[in-house]
């Protein structure tokens, strides 16, 4: 086994991105291995058969295949910045919203862009239920600038990803539609150093040949 985890990720996947943003954040290092859904690693589908990224092993063997789990176990080792204690609220609230913002908004996102992946989905009425869902968030951001205080903490780091989805899969849209303090939100967060490390380089697909590519890099 090598001494650091072994991550692997798709650069693009919204799950991979908030399991990256806490690794950079915690100051973990991990060996990264970027996958190609088509043709995933034999050896990720050995230790996760789910088939999912991220997924990360540590050095003693242990496997965390959950995006949301993966964050806690980072930042409960090393949190300078504070995402577990946020301003206002406590973790417990935090957890509840992600859970809350990953169930609802997550099933009308995918039904959106994905339409025709889901039979009789239709995406104008999964994107208004999107949108309504988002109101939850603007109404937090009204009390303070993010949504658990006056700096960003767990919540906000663990949500923006799918935001970003949401609002790329038809940006004008977003634009005219989408709470404004939550499109403020969402651009203050895609303009953070953080965001700039797990998103700014294209990483190439591993193979097993590759020398070891390390996240963040040093």
Known sequence: MPSEPLLYSFRRCPYAMRARLALVASNTTCQLREIVLRDKPAHMLEISPKGTVPVIQLADGTVIEESLDIMLWALRRNDPQGWLTPEEGALDEMLALIVEMDGPFKHHLDRY?????????DPDTHY???????????????????LFGGRPALADQALFPFVRQFCNADKERFTISAPKRVQQWLEDRMGTPEFAQVFGTKWKPWKPEDPITYFPAG
């Open 113 to 121: 862009k994905y339409a025709t992946r889901y039979e009789g989905a």
């Open 128 to 146: 208004a239920a999107a949108i309504q869902e988002l109101g939850k968030l603007e109404q937090r951001l009204e009390a303070s600038s993010y």
